[in-house]
């Protein structure tokens, strides 16, 4: 058996798993905004369920941010009271055995690659376009993290040849730099993006409910979401060639993108033939839980 943990800002879930994939059991509490509480969270739900099943062969956590390679200490997590603390080994030290600790995005794609949309695939990048922008990349069903565990944050590349309207309707990225594919492709940077246009106090669901009624501004902006989306993962392609790229988050539900996505990513890698795929996830929010439990 094996658990997966995802640690999220507002809630905690937890996943027992045989070594099959088959779901045994799950368990969501509310997290505590505290380092001591959250880490009594997780404890808590390992214990829960090994008090019912018995040990797990393997703990794995999927959490926002990174591990700082050198220090080990956690980086870049919007759940700011975990920056800058040792995470795995206060875990490891209260649960008493190898815990494995992930980047929330690395575990969606290692769940999608595993068995999921990607399955089969050598390569994988899993592509994370919701509230933020984040990506993973899993070769043979293994994470791979980069020497800055930084591998697969294509979300603060720029978006490729911006124009000068593009440069306009946009807003600053919170990571301080300019033109993030973040502030283009994620949820609220789509709506940004039409709402400094257009004038209006849109959020991106609203949007696409006028995309399904026909509205000519919103179509504009459906059509020019794709070719961003195309624009920057025709970077990832040229770089990282994977077999498939799988996508999640709120905005990988808008079927138009992958009704069109390859006629527009055509137009800018550099090759003329281009047979990667561009899918839907197969687990939808059980991605990055699942990805945990896989974690080896």
Known sequence: MKIGIDLGGT???GILIENNGKEIKRNRINTEKNYEGTIDGIVSIVKNFEKQYGNASSIGIGMPGAIESDSALVKNANSIWLN????KKDLQAVLDRKINLENDANCFALSEAVDGAGKGHQVVFGVIIGTGTGGGIVINN????GKNNIAGEWGHISLP??????KKYVKKCYCGKDGCMETYVSGPGFANGYNLRYQEDFDSHKILEKFKNDDQNAKNAVNQYVDHL???LSV???VLDPDIIVLGGGMSNISYIYEHINSYLNKYIFSNTFSTKVVKNIYG???GVRGAAWLS
């Open 84 to 87: 800058g603390k040792p995470l």
């Open 236 to 238: 990832v392609c040229n």
């Open 142 to 145: 293994k994470v791979f993290r």
């Open 285 to 287: 929010d059980s991605s």
């Open 161 to 166: 040849n911006r124009t000068d309207e593009e």
């Open 11 to 13: 809630k905690t879930e």
């Open 230 to 232: 195309a624009r920057g």
